[in-house]
Nanobody
């Protein structure tokens, strides 16, 4: 059974940093592409970042490019999202997802989803 579990969210002041963590179990670590999405109150879920199954390529939404970094550790089957220079616009529930399509930005490309972790950025 495939399971994804996010952690690392919390409350941070604008300009601060957080590191999100996604623990993946039940899937072969190097066969799945991983994406991070977020959903703010009253808004649709949106793409944030993705990393290929090999870890060699990444993709970011324009809104986070240069501030967020996605990475993965195969030994522990973990995926990270380092978030720097956070702003109140980054406030959302953040989800990690796994799927077979490399660097996909649309939700339907992902088969498995975590429950999400709340990130709140105060001004």
């Amino acid at each position: 059974q495939v399971q994804l579990a996010e952690s690392g969210g919390g409350l941070v002041q604008a300009g601060g940093s957080l590191r999100l963590f996604c623990a993946a179990s039940g899937l072969t670590s190097n066969s799945y592409n991983i994406g991070w999405f977020r959903q703010a109150p009253g808004k649709e879920r949106e793409f944030v970042a993705a990393i290929s199954s090999t870890g060699r390529t990444t993709r970011y939404a324009d809104s986070v490019k240069g501030r967020f970094t996605i990475s993965r550790a195969y030994a522990s089957n973990s995926i990270y999202l380092q978030m720097n220079t956070l702003s109140p616009d980054d406030t959302a529930v953040y989800y990690c997802a796994a799927g077979p399509t490399s660097l996909a930005t649309f939700q339907n490309a992902y088969d498995y989803w975590g429950q999400g972790t709340q990130v709140t950025v105060s001004s």
